[in-house]
């Protein structure tokens, strides 16, 4: 499985970076997010994109991914 994640900035988008990483079915991760994630591992690809409304400059990029988790934005606080 090859997985798109947004907000890998964030501690959900985070935690699901890490288990993707992990998990052996998942063969890479391509992280899209505003500023470096911080982390290195060889199924990791990341694209540093501004502007979440769109994503013409990079759709080349999207094609071939099975899944996608969006954590951009997501909170654990409580309101």
Do not use: W
């Not at 982390?39 to 099975?66: P, R, V, W």
């Amino acid at each position: 499985m090859k997985v798109i994640i947004t907000g890998t900035t964030g501690m959900v988008g985070e935690g699901v970076l890490h288990e993707c990483l992990l998990h052996r079915d998942v063969e890479s991760v391509l992280s899209i997010s505003k500023r470096p994630c911080g982390m290195e591992h060889a199924k990791l690809k990341e694209i540093l994109h501004q502007d979440f409304s769109d994503f013409s400059s990079i759709e080349q990029d999207l094609a071939g991914y099975n899944a996608a988790f969006l954590c951009m934005g997501a909170s654990s606080g409580t309101s």
